[in-house]
């Protein structure tokens, strides 16, 4: 049975390698590595963190199809899946000798990641083996040095459509936001919020902003869309927290 290993690398940084990632990545036999139109770097960025734990590694490039915006949001994204999954199966199929396949995935496999729902569509099902990884939100929360939440509170983690679909959410006093490309934190009282933002974390491209809402969000969106321009994409997230009294 081949062996299917999702290897969370962090948010780019090879230093956010855990010893288990390491190990995992130097006893793979095959890397599949997905290429994105304009997004040469972060294909590059994944060869150079194998680089760093081995040079002798077998990889498997291929170009992500791109999604059907004709189709409702769900239908779109499940249709999206099924041809990654289609892809991979392929990938595999072509290297019967690869017994142990492996995807770096940005953060950890578990947070606002589409790649264990892929591999569930794969047949025959592969064993699979997830590999923790330092998240954007710890690389967030570390980098501003701030506590993810308050005295013995919750935390909610939502994304940029549901802030803009539905506005914050109910008994929430912080929320973190991941895959926001609208910058939706605009659509609140700027008055009512501390926005905790980050983009690139860990990288040496790092940009960091913090303050009350009303005062930083016009800076974020400036160098949200001046940093996307120059790289050709951008990764960011940002916490927000309700000002109490």
């Keep these: 049975m081949t062996q299917l290993f999702l290897i969370g690398i962090g948010t780019g940084n090879p230093d956010h390698l855990t010893g288990e990632a390491r190990r995992t990545i130097a006893a793979a036999d095959l890397f599949l590595i997905p290429r994105k139109a304009g997004k040469s770097d972060l294909a590059d960025l994944r060869t150079q963190i194998i680089d760093s734990v081995r040079l002798d590694a077998r990889i498997v490039p291929f170009d992500m199809p791109e999604r059907d915006p004709s189709l409702p949001?769900?239908?779109?994204?499940?249709?999206?899946?099924?041809?990654?999954?289609?892809?991979w199966a392929a990938a595999m199929a072509q290297n019967p000798d690869?017994?142990?396949?492996?995807?770096?995935?940005?953060?950890?496999?578990s947070l606002y990641d589409s790649t264990l729902r892929i591999a569930a569509r794969l047949e025959p099902k592969p064993q699979l083996q997830v590999v923790a990884g330092i998240t954007s939100v710890q690389a967030l929360t570390a980098a501003h040095a701030i506590p993810l939440n308050t005295l013995n509170a919750p935390v909610t983690i939502s994304t940029g459509r549901r802030l803009r679909d539905h506005g914050w959410p109910q008994d929430c006093e912080t929320l973190v936001v991941m895959l926001d490309g609208n910058c939706e934190f605009q659509s609140l009282a700027g008055a009512d919020y501390d926005i905790w933002w980050g983009a690139y974390l860990g990288m040496p491209e790092q940009i960091l902003a913090h303050g009350r809402l009303q005062d930083v969000a016009d800076q974020i969106v400036t160098k949200r869309a001046e940093a996307r321009a120059a790289h050709g994409w951008i990764m960011d997230t940002y916490l927000l927290r309700r000002v109490t009294a």
């Design 73 to 87: 949001y769900i239908e779109r994204v499940e249709a999206w899946h099924d041809a990654i999954a289609d892809i």
């Design 98 to 109: 690869a017994r142990r396949v492996a995807l770096l995935v940005w953060g950890d496999p």
